[in-house]
């Protein structure tokens, strides 16, 4: 129950409650008709017995049923007994058990193989103590007969009220919930697109859900201004650092060149190379910050992508080697794609030199570039170190680390992968991960062709 959609929980509430109340209105009215007709057979026994002991004849404490008496009247049967309950006259139906004891003024019902009996029994004074007896049967299988259908059709009727329940109340609920499919999709499109700037459709009418659809875009609006302030800071950040930054680096070459101890060099050098790790922070951050501001401020030209990815295979292969890792690449030719070139192979360097570092001594990295349906695909595998699942989804997060002991003794800043996304997505494209932990891992990209 817990998991399951608002709407089947509330049809299952709710016709689970109509069922208990519906339950329970025919069962007591079936109760009740009983009761009814009982009541109706136990009277008319009474009358009939009344009835027929006014017939009988008494002179003294002497009695005389008359010969035209009946005893058989509208399916209620009646016999006489004696003061000690001998049968004197009257009629038995056949099947009842004749030793059913005699009770004064006592309604019973008497169940037999076949058939359900209703008596009254009725011991009458007739002078000086004498008592006869009257008892008056009906066979009740009549009544059972069409109480039994009654349940029957109150059964079947039962069934077919909640099916036709459910069913409207399923109908009516999906026209009342539409909206919040609606919303859900029109919110999920957007948060899967990470395209901000989009709005949920406001409803017409005025009620609950043109509420909630306000408030939620007003919440886009706070969470897209909220980026924007985050966006411009880092790059404004960025732009002021970058300044101040080469001037330290141009200094610190002027001071190698002047310096005359190697002590005082390498001290140099620290810095330096600092200052060098600093600038490449910067500049990825103000790359990822034009990505972010979409195409304008890129210049998109056709060139030959397979081309592009072989260079960049050649210029890391010296890399590659000092871990004795082999890079293998199936690339294919004539691959002209419309986009920014320096963009795109700063992508392939990333993604290559993830491979490198995060990957096995003496293993190897495969490239294959292929083309699809006008969609360039890219693949960069390595065997190497692997990405654990819980962290799959949280590499693509800037200055995200896996191994966070590992951040200040690399080149790395954390903020490749989160580059490497934006230029894919700055292209239209995706891209994915498969790893698993000490087995390597596969990226793979998508790109149109145009
Ligand atoms: P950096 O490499 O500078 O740490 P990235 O954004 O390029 O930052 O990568 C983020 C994290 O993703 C890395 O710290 C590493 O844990 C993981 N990662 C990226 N590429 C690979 C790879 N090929 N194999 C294993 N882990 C990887």
Known sequence: MK????????????????SVILLVVLIGMIFYIKNVETNAAEEELQGKVNAFYGKI????????????????????????????????????????PIQTELKDDVYQEIETEDHSWLLYDKAYDYGNGKVLWIRAVSNVYGFERIAGRATAAVGVSFVVMILLIAGVGYHMLSIALNPVD???????????????????????????????????NQMFDRLEESFEAEKQFSSDVSHELRTPLAVIRSQCEYLLEECRTEEEAKEIQVIMNQADKMIQLITQLLTISRCERGGEYFQMQEFDFGFMVNMVADTLEETAEQKQIRIITEVEEGLILCGEE?????????????????????????????????????????????????????????????????????????????????????????????????????????????
């Not at 790395?412 to 934006?422: A, E, H, I, P, Q």
């Open 342 to 450: 320096t963009l795109l192979m700063r992508m392939m360097m990333n993604l290559v030199e993830n491979a490198i570092y995060y990957g096995r001594n003496g293993g190897f990295i495969k490239i294959r570039i292929w083309k699809e349906d006008q969609i360039i695909r890219g693949s960069v595998k390595d065997d190497g170190v692997g990405i654990s699942k819980e962290n799959l989804n949280k590499i693509w997060q800037r200055f995200y680390r896996e191994d966070k002991s590992r951040s200040n003794t690399t080149n790395g800043t954390g903020l490749g992968l989160s580059m490497v996304k934006w230029i894919v997505q700055l292209h239209r494209g995706k891209i994915e991960v498969f790893s698993e932990k000490g087995v390597g891992s596969e990226f793979i990209f998508y790109i149109p062709i145009s």
């Open 182 to 216: 609606t919303i859900c999709r029109e919110a999920g499109a957007i948060s899967k697109g990470e395209d901000l700037s989009r709005r949920l459709t406001v409803p017409k009418a005025r009620d609950e859900m043109y509420r909630l659809t306000v408030e939620f």
């Open 3 to 18: 998991n399951q959609s608002i709407k089947r929980k509330i049809i299952i509430l709710y016709t689970g409650c109509i």
């Open 57 to 96: 004849k008494i002179k003294g404490d002497e009695y005389t049923i008359p010969d035209e008496i009946e005893f058989y009247n509208d399916g209620v049967i009646i016999s006489v007994y004696g003061e000690d309950g001998t049968p004197v006259t009257g009629s038995i139906p056949s099947q009842f």
